[in-house]
């Protein structure tokens, strides 16, 4: 049996598997549900689930819950510098539940980015599928939306309470002597370089 110092630690302790896992595992349950609305169902056909909630199959030139409907393009040049955004904060993530926050947020940026980019009426002008609908009074949104909407409200939780994302599990991560050294090597020889 391994001793702590050697022992591995589980993919699912990892941020950065973590988050790609999520993020992943978000893309496809957002493909999913978007490919089979889009071959079971006609364009405006609605089916009725439960109390107010059904089904609606539409398609959304705006942002989440459509919103900004004339600015696909943007949207689109908007959602691009989000996922590499995360992609660079997400490499330094030591934060188990910003990592699950991160990746909720990639895997919708990512699902909605794909209908821009792949869907009619054109790259980076094409519409979202959306087709979850609450009642006549709430727009209709879709996976992805729901992922980003989560992702909102765990990230401003982990934020109230002053969780930071490059903590590990409470602890504030500490500088060895080792790390310092190698750090002010590396910004030495870059100066140096630059010069």
Same mark, same amino acid.
């Given at each position: ?5 050697t !022992?591995r ?7 950065? %598997?973590l988050?790609? &896992? +999520?993020?992943?595992? #978000? ?5 999913a549900?978007k490919?089979t609305?889009v071959?079971?169902?006609d364009?405006g056909?609605?089916i009725h689930?439960?109390g107010?909630f059904s089904l ?10 459509s919103? !900004? ?6 949207l689109?040049? %908007?959602?691009?510098? &989000? +996922?590499?955004?995360? #992609?660079?904060?997400g ?5 188990l539940?910003?990592a699950?926050g991160?990746?909720?947020v ?18 980076f002008r094409?519409h ?11 727009p209709?949104f879709?996976t992805?939306?729901?992922a980003?909407s ?9 934020t109230?309470?002053?969780r930071d ?13 080792e ?8 910004t ?6 630059d010069a």
């Amino acid at each position: 049996m391994d001793s702590p110092a050697t !022992a591995r630690p589980s993919w699912y302790r990892n941020p950065r %598997i973590l988050l790609a &896992v +999520v993020a992943v595992a #978000v893309f496809l349950i957002d493909l999913a549900a978007k490919t089979t609305v889009v071959r079971h169902m006609d364009y405006g056909e609605k089916i009725h689930v439960l109390g107010p909630f059904s089904l609606l199959f539409v398609k959304n030139p705006g942002a989440a819950f459509s919103m !900004a409907t004339g600015y696909t393009w943007v949207l689109t040049l %908007i959602a691009v510098g &989000v +996922v590499v955004w995360i #992609v660079r904060m997400g490499s330094k993530l030591t934060s188990l539940p910003w990592a699950l926050g991160l990746g909720l947020v990639l895997g919708g940026a990512l699902g909605n980015l794909a209908d821009r980019i792949f869907r009619a009426p054109g790259v980076f002008r094409g519409h979202v599928i959306d087709f979850f609908s609450v009642g006549d009074w709430f727009p209709v949104f879709n996976t992805a939306d729901c992922a980003i909407s989560v992702a909102a409200v765990l990230l401003v939780a982990l934020t109230l309470f002053g969780r930071d994302p490059y903590e590990g599990f409470g602890e504030k991560r500490t500088r060895t002597p080792e790390k310092a050294t190698a750090e002010q090597t590396r910004t030495t020889g870059s100066e140096a370089t630059d010069a």
